[in-house]
């Protein structure tokens, strides 16, 4: 098997979007009955879903999937985030503070799959599919049923401040895992990935990504995450100082940077979003998460982000940067820090309507007629009176 991957070849592999698609649906929107703007950011991303559908006027998104990748960070065992209340506290090497243990992402892998977590409940109500990929839980291999499962590298990624998260193979292993989901999904037919992720311990991990390609300190991009409190932050500031020395020597090999200071998830996500752009397959980012490894696709396949539009604003500093360098401006301001690719579903309706609003009336299904039920029949006054 081959354990290399040439990502040079994804620069050229990587095309632009039409631009005569987007051209056309421009053209296509200034015929409409509507004054200059009248529909505001709608606009915009109708004309980039023809431009990524490479046909003008957009089509209606049909079959979007909530796609998740699945993983657990070592760092997690300092109590860089908040613990969780619905399991049993495991000690911090740092005295004094807890840390969210690997069940809680079970578990959290475990509501989707059931349909209970939030945003199994939202693709119900908005129509989309939802798919997760164990890449990295911390869990016993056979805790998912065998779809989960079967891209799954490791049983967690390694402690960043201090050692590898990943070796060169897993990271190798990873990536190629990403793509290949990436593959799948395109071969299916899906027409929109909302893209999020589920683990513990991803956002400090997403921090030294993104202070490492953008150059900046820790204190600059380490956020509250989970909601942890100052002190907590304070140690995840510390944490991600100690991360990003490790991670400025590789930083012309995005793989070798992955592998240092990434993790199985987010090389799997990485090489994702690569082929889902060489596949022409439009992604909506989610998170902090997302948002870093689309920087690190980034600079293997400039062209890439013309790919991707980001779903909302999480609040995160590392998210905000890693936007500004993407030039991407999240569709809403909701600041939805829950991950688990709920701030991505919850811009699938806006994807929906800039596509429905400004294509062919003959595209869009046409809702099926409800008739209105029968009036109820209310008592007459002389019935109530007993006169009847």
């Given at each position: 098997?081959?354990?290399?991957?040439?990502?040079?070849?994804?620069?050229?592999?990587?095309?632009?979007?039409?631009?005569s698609?987007?051209?056309?649906a421009?053209?296509h929107?200034?015929q409409?009955?509507?004054?200059?703007?009248?529909?505001?950011?709608?606009?915009?991303?109708?004309a980039?879903?023809?431009?990524?559908?490479?046909t003008?006027?957009?089509?209606?998104?049909?079959?979007?999937?909530?796609?998740?990748?699945?993983g657990?960070?070592?760092?997690?065992?300092l109590?860089?985030?908040?613990?969780?209340?619905a399991?049993?506290?495991?000690?911090?090497?740092?005295?004094?503070?807890?840390?969210?243990?690997?069940?809680?992402?079970?578990?959290?892998?475990?509501?989707?799959?059931?349909?209970?977590?939030?945003?199994?409940?939202?693709?119900?109500?908005?129509?989309?599919?939802?798919?997760?990929?164990?890449?990295?839980?911390?869990?016993?291999?056979?805790?998912?049923?065998?779809?989960?499962s079967?891209h799954?590298?490791?049983?967690?990624?390694?402690?960043?401040?201090?050692?590898?998260?990943?070796?060169?193979?897993?990271?190798?292993?990873?990536?190629?895992?990403?793509?290949?989901?990436?593959?799948e999904?395109?071969?299916?037919?899906?027409?929109?990935?909302?893209?999020?992720?589920?683990?513990?311990?991803?956002?400090?991990?997403?921090?030294v990504?993104?202070?490492?390609?953008?150059?900046?300190?820790?204190a600059?991009?380490t956020?509250?995450?989970?909601?942890?409190?100052?002190?907590?932050?304070?140690?995840?500031?510390?944490?991600?100082?100690?991360?990003?020395?490790?991670?400025?020597?590789?930083?012309?090999?995005?793989?070798?940077?992955?592998?240092?200071?990434?993790?199985?998830?987010?090389?799997?996500i990485?090489?994702?979003?690569?082929?889902?752009?060489v596949?022409r397959?439009?992604?909506?980012?989610?998170?902090?998460?997302?948002?870093?490894?689309a920087?690190?696709?980034?600079?293997?396949?400039?062209?890439?982000?013309?790919?991707?539009?980001?779903?909302?604003?999480?609040?995160?500093?590392?998210?905000?940067?890693?936007?500004?360098?993407?030039?991407?401006t999240?569709?809403q301001?909701?600041?939805?820090?829950?991950?688990?690719?709920?701030?991505?579903?919850?811009?699938?309706?806006?994807?929906?309507?800039?596509s429905?609003?400004?294509?062919?009336?003959?595209?869009?299904?046409?809702?099926?007629?409800?008739?209105?039920?029968?009036?109820?029949?209310?008592?007459?006054?002389?019935?109530l009176?007993?006169?009847?």
């Open positions: 098997m081959d354990t290399t991957v040439d990502l040079d070849t994804f620069s050229s592999l990587v095309e632009r979007p039409d631009e698609a987007r051209r056309a421009e053209e929107r200034q409409l009955d509507l004054p200059p703007g009248g529909l505001g950011a709608l606009e915009e991303l109708g980039w879903l023809a431009s990524v559908q490479g003008a006027p957009a089509r209606p998104v049909t079959a979007a999937k909530v796609l998740l990748f699945a657990d960070h070592g760092v997690a065992a109590g860089v985030s908040r613990p969780d209340p399991s049993e506290p495991v000690p911090s090497p740092i005295a004094g503070l807890g840390s969210t243990p690997a069940a809680s992402t079970v578990r959290r892998v475990h509501a989707v799959l059931d349909g209970t977590a939030p945003v199994a409940v939202l693709a119900r109500r908005y129509g989309a599919a939802v798919r997760v990929v164990d890449i990295a839980v911390d869990a016993d291999p056979l805790e998912f049923p065998e779809e989960v079967r799954r590298v490791r049983r967690g990624s390694g402690r960043i401040d201090v050692e590898d998260a990943l070796t060169a193979d897993e990271a190798v292993r990873a990536f190629r895992a990403g793509m290949a989901v990436a593959d999904e395109a071969d299916l037919g899906t027409d929109l990935v909302l893209l999020g992720d589920l683990g513990a311990g991803s956002t400090t991990v997403a921090a990504l993104v202070g490492a390609l953008c150059g900046t300190d820790a600059a991009v956020g509250r995450g989970s909601g942890i409190d100052d002190r907590v932050w304070m140690v995840k500031c510390a944490t991600v100082r100690d991360a990003l020395r490790r991670a400025r020597p590789v930083l012309g090999d995005q793989l070798a940077l992955l592998a240092a200071t990434g993790g199985a998830d987010f090389a799997a990485t090489g994702f979003l690569l082929q889902a752009a596949r397959l439009p992604v909506v980012l989610d998170g902090v998460v997302s948002a870093a490894c920087l690190v696709a980034q600079r293997v396949a400039f062209r890439a982000p013309e790919w991707w539009r980001a779903g909302q604003d999480s609040g995160e500093p590392a998210q905000a940067k890693a936007y500004d360098r993407l030039t991407l999240p569709l301001q909701i600041g939805v820090r829950a991950g688990g690719g709920v701030g991505a579903l919850l811009a699938l309706p806006l994807v929906q309507a800039a429905d609003a400004l294509a062919e009336p003959s595209a869009v299904p046409a809702a099926a007629p409800v008739e209105p039920p029968p009036p109820a029949r209310l008592p007459s006054a002389a019935e009176l007993g006169l009847g």
